[in-house]
């Protein structure tokens, strides 16, 4: 038999009626849970009060993640990618910031360009181009100024990538 289900906002309520101590218990123990909560924890914690450090981090812990990866086989190379974009799209919706979304992708095509992954597989190039796509979509949502700033790099980026919308 299944646990019955409650609204976030009878959650809410519960919530209210607690002590502190009883929200950090409750808290350390959805952080022993799953790593993700753990990871969310330490987002709001530590992270949130400062994106650019935050995006800072998570950049320097992909950059890691590439030099440490051998792109060899194409088959290594799409399995480390994905795991790598995971990883950056946990970050994202942790943050919930279109700039922290334009960023993080913007690093990881700058790194993929580098290693030189484009035109040597199909589902390489398509994972290269919904990353694009995914940046274009965010950029589209920022201020004008944001957008200008990041136009040229981003067309750096399109360079010599065919993208259909």
């Known amino acids: 038999m299944a646990a019955p289900t409650f609204s976030l906002s009878e959650i809410k309520k519960e919530l209210t009626h607690l002590s502190a101590k009883e929200l950090v218990e409750i808290c350390l123990s959805l952080a022993k849970l799953k790593k993700e909560n753990k990871a969310y924890l ?4 530590y992270n ?22 051998a792109f060899l086989y194409t088959h290594t190379a799409k399995k480390t990618l994905r795991k790598i974009l995971k990883t950056i799209t946990q970050n994202i919706r942790f943050a919930k910031d279109k700039k922290v979304e334009v960023e993080l992708l913007m690093h990881f095509c700058k790194l993929f360009k580098s290693e ?17 796509k995914k940046i ?3 950029l589209s949502m920022l201020h ?7 136009n040229r790099e981003i067309e ?3 360079n010599g990538i065919t993208l259909e919308y």
Do not use: P, R, W
């Open 156 to 158: 750096e980026l399109k």
């Open 116 to 132: 030189n992954l484009l035109h040597c597989n199909t589902v390489l190039d398509n994972l290269y181009a919904s990353q694009i």
């Open 42 to 45: 330490v987002y709001k914690l």
């Open 144 to 150: 004008e100024d944001f957008q200008y700033d990041y």
């Open 48 to 69: 949130e009060h400062d994106l650019d450090g935050f995006i800072n981090q998570v950049n320097a812990e992909t950059t890691e993640m590439f030099n440490s990866a």
């Open 136 to 138: 274009d979509k965010a």
